[in-house]
Nanobody, 125 residues
């Protein structure tokens, strides 16, 4: 059974940093895509950053240069380092595991079957 547990969210001021963690179990890193998504109230869920099946990384244009995706395969943990946070980054952040055959599918929510419960990030101006 796949389980994903996020942590690390919180409230920060604009320009601040947070590091999100997602502890996973019940799957093999190398055979799945892994990603962070976010959803703000009244908006659709959007992909933020992802590892594809080949280990390559993909970022949403809105976070490039500010967010960094990483993982620890020994600890089965996915991380998202978020620097230079902006009020528009405010959302619930979810980690997810899924099967994306092609690298450009890595930020598609429809390709992800397993989701964590989410962690809230709030950025004030």
């Amino acid at each position: 059974q796949v389980q994903l547990v996020e942590s690390g969210g919180g409230a920060v001021q604009s320009g601040g940093s947070l590091r999100l963690s997602c502890a996973g179990s019940g799957y093999t890193y190398s055979t799945y895509c892994m990603a962070w998504f976010r959803q703000a109230p009244g908006k659709e869920r959007e992909g933020v950053a992802a590892f594809d099946r080949d280990g390559g990384t993909t970022y949403a244009d809105s976070v490039k240069g500010r967010f960094t995706l990483s993982r620890d395969n020994v600890k089965n943990t996915l991380y998202l380092q978020m620097n230079g946070l902006k009020p528009e980054d405010t959302a619930m952040y979810y980690c997810a595991v899924g099967s994306c055959s092609l690298w450009y599918q890595a930020l598609w929510p429809s390709k992800y079957k397993y989701w964590g419960q989410g962690t809230q990030v709030t950025v004030s101006s």
